[in-house]
C-alpha cells in the first residue's frame, strides 16, 4: 500500500510511504502510518498495487488539535 499526502489540496504530493498489506489470504491485517506531521489543507491518497482485487472495509483518522 502506497500512502502520499498533499499540503495544499492536491496540486502537489509529497514523497510515497509504502507499508505491506500483507500476503494473499491474510485477514484483518492492520496498516498504520504515524507522525505525518500537520497540515491545515491536507488531503490523502492511497493507492494498492496488487493482481487481486482489494475491498477497503474500514479506516479512521486520528486527529489532535491546538
Not at 495544499?8 to 509529497?14: E, F, I, L, Q
Not at 493507492?47 to 491546538?66: F, I, K, N, Q
Amino acid at each position: 500500500m502506497m500512502l502520499t499526502y498533499s499540503n495544499d489540496g492536491g496540486n502537489t504530493w509529497g514523497s510515497e510511504l509504502w507499508r505491506s498489506a500483507g500476503k494473499e489470504g491474510q485477514y484483518r491485517l492492520q496498516v498504520a502510518w504515524s507522525r505525518l506531521g500537520t497540515a491545515k489543507n491536507r488531503v490523502f491518497r492511497l493507492v494498492v498495487s496488487d493482481p487481486a482485487p482489494w475491498r477497503l472495509v474500514g479506516a479512521w483518522l486520528e486527529m489532535e488539535g491546538s
